[in-house]
C-alpha cells in the first residue's frame, strides 16, 4: 500500500481493476504479459505493460515439463513473491495450480497464500460452469478472480492436446454461456486461449467485465502472451498466435515494448496469428 501511495503522483499510476474496466468501456487494448522474476517484471513493467500473470506456464518455460500439470501452489507463491518485486506499476495475476481449487475452501486457502504470501491482486482459475460454487466463494470473501475459457492447459490430459476450442457451434454456444455463468458467480476478467476469432468477439460482446486473449483473435478487450515466446527464448514448434518480438529489437526491453505498442496499436495479432 505504501508503494502505491508514493506512486499516486506518478504520470501513469499503478493499475487496478476499475482501470482495465475503463479501459475496456473506452474502447484501450489491454496489454498483458506473463513474467516469472524480478528482473524479467522490471523490464515488462518499464515497458508499460498493464497486467501481469504470474503463469502456472512457468512449468513448462521455467521447469521444463511437458504441461502446467506439475506446478504448485508453493512454486506459484515463490514465483509471485519474486515478480512483485520488480512491479511498479502492473496489475499482478497468479495462477491457481492444477488441482489447487478443487472445493471453495481449498480455493479460499490457496488463493489466500497468493496474495497474502506473495502479493497477487487476483487470482486465476481454469473452468466453465463447473467453477461458479469457487468463484462466488472467492468473489464473497472479495477475492478478484480472473476466469480461464477456451483452451485450458490443466485439461490437457482430459482434451488429448493443447487444441484450438469452441470451432462447433454448439462448443461455441457453451463457452458464451460459460463466459456469462462465471461474471455472474463474481468473475472480474476472462481470459481466452485459443479460439476462434468469432468466439472471442462473442464473448467479449456477451460479457461486461474485460476479455483478455492468448491466441483469440483481434476482438478482444486486450492481449497475453506467454514472455519467453515473444522473446524467443522459447525453442521448437510455437503456437499460431506467437510472435518472436526480438526480430528487429535490440535489447528485451525494446521487444517487450514493440509488443505493448502492437497490441495498442492493433497491429499484433495479425491475421497469421488468429484462428478460424
Ligand atoms: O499460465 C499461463 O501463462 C497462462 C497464459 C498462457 C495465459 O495461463
Known amino acids: 500500500m505504501y508503494k502505491q501511495l508514493q506512486q499516486r503522483g506518478m504520470d501513469s499510476p499503478p493499475v487496478n481493476i476499475g482501470t482495465l474496466r475503463q479501459m ?38 521455467i521447469q521444463g515439463h511437458d504441461t502446467t500439470v506439475p506446478v504448485t501452489v508453493d512454486d506459484i507463491v515463490y514465483h509471485t513473491r519474486i515478480v512483485t518485486r520488480g512491479l511498479r506499476r502492473a496489475f499482478l495475476v497468479s495462477d491457481l495450480p492444477f488441482m489447487s481449487y478443487a472445493t471453495p475452501e481449498q480455493a479460499l486457502d490457496n488463493a489466500v497464500r497468493l496474495m497474502q504470501e506473495g502479493g497477487a491482486m487476483m487470482v486465476k482459475l481454469e473452468g466453465g460452469r463447473g467453477q461458479t460454487a469457487v468463484v462466488e466463494c472467492l468473489a464473497q470473501h472479495d477475492i478478484p478472480v480472473c476466469a480461464h475459457l477456451g483452451l485450458k492447459p490443466q485439461s490437457v490430459h482430459k482434451i488429448g492436446g493443447f487444441r484450438v476450442q469452441g470451432r462447433e457451434r454448439e462448443a461455441a454456444q457453451r463457452m458464451v454461456e460459460d463466459a456469462l455463468a462465471l461474471q455472474n458467480a463474481g468473475a472480474d476478467i476472462v481470459l481466452l486461449e485459443c479460439v476462434p476469432n468469432e468466439v472471442g468477439k462473442a464473448i467479449t460482446a456477451a460479457v461486461d467485465v474485460p476479455v483478455i486473449g492468448i491466441g483469440a483473435g483481434p476482438h478482444v478487450d486486450g492481449q ?52 478460424s
Open 24 to 61: 475496456k468501456a473506452e474502447g484501450e487494448p489491454i496489454a498483458a504479459l506473463t513474467a516469472y522474476d524480478a528482473s524479467f517484471s522490471q523490464l515488462v513493467d518499464m515497458a508499460a505493460t498493464d497486467l501481469v500473470l504470474v503463469g502456472d506456464s512457468l512449468g513448462m518455460v
Open 224 to 275: 497475453i502472451l506467454v514472455l519467453y515466446d515473444i522473446l524467443g527464448i522459447t525453442q521448437g514448434r510455437t503456437p499460431r498466435f506467437v510472435k518472436n518480438f526480438m526480430v528487429g529489437a535490440d535489447s528485451n526491453l525494446a521487444a517487450i515494448e514493440a509488443y505493448v505498442q502492437a497490441v495498442k496499436d492493433r497491429s499484433y495479432p495479425a491475421e497469421e496469428h488468429c484462428f
